[in-house]
């Protein structure tokens, strides 16, 4: 993958990962926990209300069922109940509701018919409650009403203590309404409904609602949705069996619903949980920014060292060195050892080639001595001859052909220094603009001019092929590499039956010329001995020839000229024939020597 081939980008991307990775696991456990927390505490906050509301209609009916018993032991009440009279009974029924503050006293007789009642309610205990009562036990029911349920507390009325004269009953009546539901809000900070019969009769939630909140009286706990809010809410019977006091009468299935909202809670971990959002998004852009940062420093100094490299590679320039940027505190350990270990590596391959390079001067040094002496010795024993020829009895004839000799030979000596010189003296090259095609057919012509052999033959573009080069080094070359092919013809035609080769379908020696987009592509083609797979290898080393009269620099000299131009050169060779391409640009390199 394109991505991850980098290592700033691997770096980055895994510390990213990572940033990401254990900042998600810490919100994940963090916002569980919360959560977790939340719900625990919610449950117990309901249960620790529902405590509370247990404990104030316990304590509701404890206090109305101890007024309703010093009511009833008053001998005020007892005389009055005792005449069976309601004129007698009234009065101080209505006077002891003013006192006590309940919703509801009711006095009946022996019978149990009632004497007396007073208060805002129209409901009267039931029978089955009076005569609960008038046998001598305490009762307490509940009855809907009107605005939410009562709750009656029913006891008797009696004269004596060994045997009690029950003289009648007397009940008193507590509402469970909104504004009691209300009052248990304030001290449990919960929403209160009270249920009789399944039915929701008074709350401090919206009656629109009652509905969804019964069937909640059925079980313990629960989760509802009423109106725009979620609730947790549970069922508490309003006089657990268990509890002292007046015993419940049948049919008084009273409940109350404690229910408690988590919205508030749930708006907290909306803010917690958006906070850790906030806080992991910058951890983790933080996170990116120093792996951002800190990969940087790592593959700077590498950028660095491998641009350098490759500087050196292109430009073989063993000078160059890597020079790392920053204080040295907050540079790379490892690059710095590599950029060492790297100049130490140049300095001594530096070294090297110098010690290579002097070797091989030497080496060449020897290897010229020898060709020249050879080359030297031959030219000068002819002169030697050609004088020796010129004595005074010589003839005509005989000076003018010593003359001719001794020229020729002059010549031969020339051309070998030339050749030694135009190899150990790099010239410098000279760039001009030039028609390209007509500088080809200009070398062709002077390459067909010098001595035997077969003409070049030419395909070549129409003029108009404008290239950068140096005009002479390059005409030179060409006319070297041209004459070393009509020369392999020539060869060819020696060791066969002495005809020229055949050039019906292929030329003896051809030059091609063709544009190649970025420069120009040269191919010389003969039909000559070959090149034996043994010696090509060594074709380009100075002083190898395989020619009796060669000095083994021709083509030497003409890659040397080649590669200053900055183009390449290549042979391919069969005992068919030879083909050498080149390959030039269309605008060589600034101005150089050959090395």
Avoid at 91 to 101: K, M, R, T
Avoid at 169 to 182: F, K, N, Y
Avoid at 302 to 307: H, S, V
Wanted: with cysteine.
């Amino acid at each position: 993958m394109t991505l991850l081939s980098s290592l700033t980008n691997r770096i980055f991307l895994a510390s990213a990962m990572l940033a990401i990775a254990t900042t998600g696991v810490a919100i994940y456990v963090v916002g569980t926990r919360v959560t977790r927390e939340a719900d625990v505490e919610l449950q117990r906050g309901l249960t620790d209300a529902g405590s509370l509301v247990a404990q104030q209609q316990r304590t509701l009916v404890t206090n109305y069922a101890l007024f309703a018993r010093l009511l009833a032991d008053l001998p005020k009440l007892k005389s009055a109940v005792s005449t069976q009279d309601p004129i007698t009974v009234q009065p101080i029924a209505v006077e002891y509701l003013q006192n006590i503050g309940a919703d509801l006293l009711v006095i009946t007789g022996r019978t149990g018919a009632v004497l007396a009642r007073s208060g805002e309610s129209a409901l009267d205990p039931s029978a089955a409650t009076v005569r609960r009562a008038l046998s001598g036990q305490e009762a307490l029911e509940f009855r809907p009403d009107p605005a939410g349920i009562l709750q009656i507390i029913t006891v008797p009325i009696s004269i004596g203590l060994d045997e009690p004269d029950l003289l009648g009953t007397l009940s008193l009546g507590i509402r469970l309404d909104e504004q009691r539901a209300t009052q248990f809000k304030r001290g449990t900070h919960s929403e209160i409904a009270f249920v009789l019969d399944g039915r929701v009769r008074a709350a401090t939630l919206p009656q629109s609602t009652w509905p969804v909140l019964a069937p909640l009286a059925g079980g313990s706990t629960g989760r509802l949705t009423a109106g725009p809010a979620e609730y947790v809410g549970v069922s508490l019977p309003l006089r657990p069996s268990a509890d002292p006091g007046p015993a419940l009468t049948a049919g008084a299935d009273a409940a109350a619903l404690v229910l408690q909202s988590p919205t508030e809670r749930l708006r907290f971990l909306r803010t917690v949980n958006t906070a850790l959002v906030v806080a992991a998004f910058a951890a983790v852009l933080l996170a990116t920014v120093l792996s951002y940062g800190v990969a940087r420093t790592v593959t700077r100094p590498l950028g660095t060292i491998t641009d350098t490299m490759r500087e050196v590679a292109t430009t073989g320039d063993l000078t160059r060195k890597i020079t790392l940027r920053g204080p040295a505190p907050f540079q790379d350990e490892d690059a710095r050892l590599l950029a060492n270990t790297f100049n130490t590596l140049t300095d001594s391959i530096a070294r090297f080639q110098r010690e290579a390079t002097q070797k091989d001067r030497l080496l060449s040094l020897g290897r010229l001595s020898t060709v020249i002496a050879h080359e030297v010795r031959n030219p000068l024993m002819i002169i030697k001859a050609a004088l020796r020829s010129l004595r005074p009895e010589a003839s005509p004839d005989e000076a003018r052909e010593a003359v001719r000799d001794i020229d020729e030979e002059v010549v031969r000596l020339n051309r070998i220094v030339n050749d030694v010189l135009d190899f150990a003296r790099p010239p410098v090259l000279t760039f001009e603009s030039v028609d390209f095609t007509r500088l080809c057919q200009d070398a062709a012509d002077a390459a067909s001019r010098v001595g035997d052999g077969p003409a070049v033959a030419t395909d070549l573009p129409p003029p108009g092929l404008m290239v950068t080069t140096d005009v002479e080094r390059l005409r030179t070359a060409l006319v070297n590499i041209l004459a070393n092919a009509r020369q392999a013809v020539l060869a060819r035609e020696a060791g066969g039956d002495g005809k020229p080769v055949a050039a019906n379908e292929y030329p003896a020696v051809q030059l091609s010329l063709r544009s190649n987009g970025g420069g120009v592509c040269l191919r010389i083609a003969d039909q000559g001995v070959g090149i034996r797979p043994e010696d090509l290898p060594q074709i380009f080393d100075p002083y190898f020839t395989t020619r009796r009269t060669g000095t083994g620099l021709g083509l030497p000299i003409a890659r040397n000229i080649i590669d200053a131009l900055g183009g390449t050169l290549a042979v391919q060779s069969s005992p068919a024939g030879t083909i050498i391409e080149i390959e030039l640009p269309a605008r060589p390199p600034a101005p150089t020597t050959v090395s």
